[in-house]
């Protein structure tokens, strides 16, 4: 059964610093794409950053140059750092892991920017 369990999440205010944690389990994890996605109230869930199993990394516009995706595979985790938060930022972030056409979803980490 594959688990993804994120933590990190928190009310920041604007101009600050979030590091996000996604925890893998049940799934091959070093050959699995990993990924972040948020949603917003009344809004779509949308891809924040994605990394591949070679590590080669892809970033929405909006977050290019304040967020890094990163993954270490000896602890079956995915990061998301998220440096020059704005209040658009604020949603429900989720992990996302991708192998042989199937996707499995964390439940959500909230993550709030305000002052």
């Known amino acids: 059964q594959v688990q993804l369990v994120e933590s990190g999440g928190g009310l920041v205010q604007p101009g600050g610093s979030l590091r996000l944690s996604c925890a893998a389990s049940?799934?091959?994890?070093?050959?699995?794409?990993m990924g972040w996605y948020r949603q917003a109230p009344g809004k779509q869930r949308d891809l924040v950053a994605e990394?591949?199993?070679?590590?080669?990394?892809n970033y929405a516009d909006s977050v290019k140059d304040r967020f890094t995706i990163s993954r270490d595979n000896a602890k079956n985790t995915v990061y998301l750092q998220m440096n020059s938060l704005k209040p658009e930022d604020t949603a429900v972030y989720y992990c996302?892991?991708?192998?042989?056409?199937?996707?499995?979803w964390g439940q959500g980490t909230q993550v709030t920017v305000s002052s």
């Open positions: 990394i591949t199993s070679g590590g080669s990394t």
């Open positions: 049940g799934i091959a994890f070093s050959t699995s794409a």
């Open positions: 996302l892991a991708q192998r042989w056409g199937y996707r499995y």
